[in-house]
């Protein structure tokens, strides 16, 4: 290979959504090596998230297949109290609005779609490069950042010429990168109970589908909030999950008691006569739906200040590793997947290893701006927020077109 297109060998510390995406994005020019400190079924489960359009243009150019997701697009938003009386409904056509619609998902089929763009043969995909290589049951335990190297849990070494951490809100690495005092996660107060509900378990609990849910598959798909209004700061957040088969439920409250489990995992056991207890005074039908839910997780809501660098010689931080922040405003994958995207600069015409940690900054330059802006975003509507409010950032929070856009105002 020529010098002036020199192919860079990259590490990639996790198989999250960020991980698994800038695997994809490198893939087509370098050599990547993704190593997961978890089994392959580490994201597993039925809960929900949801992808705005800042981050489906970008999975849309390296060949997403909605299809694949069984997506629900999302058209507006609606807003009821405790026992499903309208308070306020919009609808909002993100595809006009922004070039790109919002789409719901099982985060464990969309991170199985992200893995198979992350691996599957360039010729299936159309794509230049080879796959990406997943080591599993291996993680990194130690970096050297300046030189390109990390040290795994079985005590072997690995260098390259790119070092990603992707490895999550609980990262190994972000000390060794941002600096031994660097923030670490912290507590919102708030708990979320994730569940996932069939359309056949409904049926079977409640004889038929709830209006609320035979309303979304009628017509615009919605997320439903129900909200407590009462000063309690219960909310459940509504939205239907494989092409309207399933329905998300999470269930957010202040946190009553600290479960180590439920701070070091989102996938901890959640307990559902708790759950019944918490929002006994919610509609019937969805206080049915916690009762026949077949998993029940919970998870204590953390966020992180901005750290004051994400890059060190040869290594960067992205993802919740970088940015953690709550799902108030459903942004913290999305803004994971902008931060794969900005590899593209590293596939472009002349780039050498030697140019890696330049670049790396850049990159910081950026997107670490961008995902403080976000984070105070969702901070500001995490509690006492009315719909309405809810709503307003949507156009900061969805109007990013990537990384060479993002430099011309730099």
């Known amino acids: 290979m020529a010098l002036e297109d020199q192919q860079l060998s990259v590490i990639v510390v996790g198989s999250g959504l960020a991980g698994l995406a800038a695997a994809r994005i490198l893939r087509e020019k370098h050599r990547v090596t993704v190593y997961e400190r978890g089994v392959p079924s580490v994201a597993t ?29 999302i058209q507006g938003f609606r807003t009821v109290d405790k026992l499903g009386n309208l308070i306020y409904d919009t609808e909002y056509r993100f595809e006009e609005k922004y070039g790109a619609p919002a789409l719901a998902h099982m985060r464990v089929d969309f991170r199985a779609e992200l893995l198979r763009l992350a691996t599957a043969p360039s010729k299936e995909l159309g794509i230049g490069g080879e796959p990406a290589q997943i080591i599993f049951n291996n993680g990194a335990r130690d970096i050297d950042p300046e030189a390109g190297e ?63 849910w035979q309303e979304q598959i009628n017509g615009d798909s919605r997320i439903i909030v129900f909200e407590a209004r009462d000063g309690s700061d219960r909310i459940m957040v509504v939205y239907g999950l494989r092409n309207m088969t399933y329905m998300n439920m999470s269930c957010i409250f202040p946190t009553k008691e600290e479960k180590e489990s439920t701070t070091n995992s989102w996938m901890a056991e959640g307990d559902r006569q708790e759950m019944l207890e918490i929002f006994h005074d919610f509609t019937p039908s969805v206080k ?43 942004q ?74 993002a430099l011309k105002g730099h």
């Open 45 to 73: 489960g039925g809960q929900g998230i949801c992808n705005f359009p800042n981050a489906i243009k970008i999975m849309r150019q390296i060949g997403y297949n909605p299809q694949n997701t069984g997506s629900v697009p």
């Open 150 to 212: 990390i040290t795994l849990d079985d005590g072997t070494k690995a260098k390259a010429d790119v070092i990603i951490a992707a490895d999550g809100i609980h990262s190994r690495l972000r000390p060794k990168i941002a600096g031994p005092d660097c923030p670490k996660p912290q507590k919102s107060g708030l708990t979320c109970c994730r569940v996932a509900v069939s359309a056949n378990e409904a049926i079977d609990a409640l004889g038929q589908l709830p209006d609320w």
């Open 288 to 330: 049915k739906l916690i009762g026949v839910a077949t998993e029940v997780k919970l998870w204590e809501l953390q966020d992180m200040e901005p750290l004051d660098r994400w890059t060190a010689g040869r290594a960067i931080l992205i993802g919740d590793a970088a940015h953690a922040m709550t799902p108030m405003q459903g």
């Open 332 to 405: 913290g994958a999305n803004i994971g997947i902008e931060d794969a995207e900005a590899f593209r600069l590293l596939m472009q015409p002349g780039v050498t290893r030697n140019d890696v940690p330049t670049i790396l900054k850049r990159i910081e330059e950026v997107k670490k701006p961008r995902a403080t802006r976000v984070l105070h975003n969702t901070r500001a509507m995490s509690r006492g927020i009315s719909g309405e409010e809810r709503y307003r950032v949507m156009d900061d929070n969805c109007t990013y077109h990537g990384i060479f856009e």
